[in-house]
């Protein structure tokens, strides 16, 4: 079975402009959650969806949004994009509430 | 609120010798507990977790680690280190059994020769 895949693997952006990035889950995976990986720290978590809707939401500006398809599937945006946004994103998917996150590679987002 | 220490940022033990990662926590509710490795350029695999039950948990790759409710501390411990072991170690809680995890800011556990 495919694990949680995200895409791209790597991406280049510009400060200001908009970023989109994607995560599928494990198949019968209804749960998916972003977490952002700054180079040297440990994950921290942005948000949380269960059947399409928002369950949880971390310590993040307006500028950071997600949703989640029908399919499970899963977007996480990023507005007005930063030099410090800089990182690793990374996506995790759960077959349901309180069950053993699976994580993806991850998105390694660079902003100059 | 919920946070998580991990007292080493880098742990350099030679292969087959015994390693012990310190992660210590601080949270107002009961929490669970997990412990992640991250390799080079990957995501995070899940080494253990504590959710009730037992207070010695043991993992994959002979890895296991003690919950110590007095001490508020989930240190993880292997007898016997390998090379490829080595890697990024995270010790994370969570309110719930995995949702909203709170990691630490890992140790580098740096196997050598």
């Known amino acids: 079975d495919a694990g949680v895949t995200q895409s791209p693997t790597h991406l280049i952006k510009t400060r200001g402009q908009h970023v989109t990035l994607r995560c599928s889950p494990i198949?019968?995976?209804?749960?998916v959650s972003w977490y952002q990986q700054v180079l040297g720290q440990g994950p921290q978590f942005i948000f949380q969806y269960y059947e399409k809707e928002e369950r949880g939401r971390g310590n993040f500006p307006d500028r950071f949004s997600a949703r989640q398809f029908p399919n499970y599937s899963s977007e996480l945006n990023v507005n007005a994009l930063l030099l410090g946004d800089s990182a690793l994103y990374l996506c995790a998917s759960r077959i349901k509430d309180n069950t053993e996150a699976f994580f993806g590679q991850g998105t390694r987002l660079t902003v100059v | 609120a919920q946070s998580v220490t991990q007292l080493d940022s880098q742990v350099p033990v030679f292969e087959e010798a015994p390693v012990e990662l310190r992660c210590n926590y601080s949270s107002s509710v009961s929490v669970y507990l997990f412990w992640y490795v991250q390799y080079p350029n990957q995501g995070l695999q899940l080494l253990l977790k504590y959710l009730s039950g037992s207070t010695l948990v043991k993992g994959i790759n002979g890895f296991e680690a003690e919950f110590n409710k007095s001490q508020t501390s989930f240190h993880l411990r292997k007898p016997s280190v390998h090379i490829s072991d080595t890697a990024e170690y995270f010790c994370?809680?969570?309110?719930?059994?995995?949702?909203?995890?709170?990691f630490g800011g890992g140790t580098r556990l740096m196997v050598k020769p």
């Open positions: 994370a809680v969570s309110p719930n059994a995995g949702n909203m995890l709170t």
């Open positions: 198949s019968g995976h209804k749960s």
